[in-house]
């Protein structure tokens, strides 16, 4: 069974940086896409950016273009997200979650393994 671990999350000013982690465990497959979501208070979790594990293709959410990057330490099954220039907009709930294949969906449904979250904080 897969399990998504999430860290990093914290408060921190507006223009401000943070760089969350996703470890993963329990992995079986070879062939998988990780992605980060956000959800903000009264709002539905959306697409912030993914990685395709196998070459390190990266996609991101016009939102946080240019502002964020997606990395991995492949050795370390570990994903990071990168944010710079952080806004109060930002503010959400992180999550990382891990799909089977080759496509980087925005869609949260695609999606079959879910860490639980970690809080961003951006204060204006």
């Known amino acids: 069974q897969v399990q998504l671990v999430e860290s990093g999350g914290g408060l921190v000013q507006t223009g401000g940086s943070l760089r969350l982690s996703c470890a993963a465990s329990?992995?079986?497959?070879?062939?998988?896409?990780m992605a980060w979501f956000r959800q903000a208070p009264g709002k539905e979790r959306e697409f912030v950016g993914g990685?395709?594990?196998?070459?390190?293709?990266?996609y991101y959410a016009n939102a946080v273009k240019g502002r964020f990057t997606i990395s991995r330490d492949a050795a370390q099954n570990t994903m990071y997200l990168q944010m710079n220039s952080l806004k109060p907009e930002d503010t959400a709930v992180y999550y990382c979650?891990?799909?089977?294949?080759?496509?980087?969906?925005?869609?949260?449904?695609?999606?079959?393994?879910w860490g639980q979250g970690t809080q961003v904080t951006v204060s204006s």
């Open positions: 979650a891990l799909a089977d294949g080759l496509i980087v969906s925005t869609s949260l449904t695609r999606y079959n393994s």
């Open positions: 329990g992995l079986t497959s070879s062939t998988y896409v």
């Open positions: 990685i395709r594990w196998s070459g390190g293709t990266t």
